[in-house]
């Protein structure tokens, strides 16, 4: 298994709106795409951050999946005013 992280920051405001499009329009979409295996998306309103975690079946669907994140990572930023702040791939070396 596989993961693709983004680290995102922002106002309350902006986070709240982050929250909303998540739950609204970003969840359905990660999750109709091949080889999806879960989403998580994380708000700590404390710090002003949030984290989108999505899991993958293979590197094959994270890789070939990589152009959407973009296209998803663009439009987040456009719809709610917070900054991404970073990203990653991870390789899944246990769960539970």
């Known amino acids: 298994m596989f993961a693709r992280m983004s680290t995102w920051s922002g106002s309350a405001e902006a986070l709240q709106k982050w929250a909303g499009n998540a739950a609204d329009e970003v969840m359905g979409f990660v999750q109709s795409l091949p080889g999806n295996a879960g989403a998580l998306f994380l708000v700590d309103r404390d710090s002003g951050t ?18 959407f994140a973009e296209q998803s990572r663009a439009a987040t930023v456009a719809a709610t005013g917070t900054e991404l702040v ?9 769960s539970s």
């Open 50 to 67: 949030a984290l989108t975690l999505t899991l993958w079946d293979s590197a094959d669907a994270a890789h070939a999946t990589d152009q």
């Open 86 to 94: 970073a990203r990653g791939s991870y390789e899944v070396v246990a």
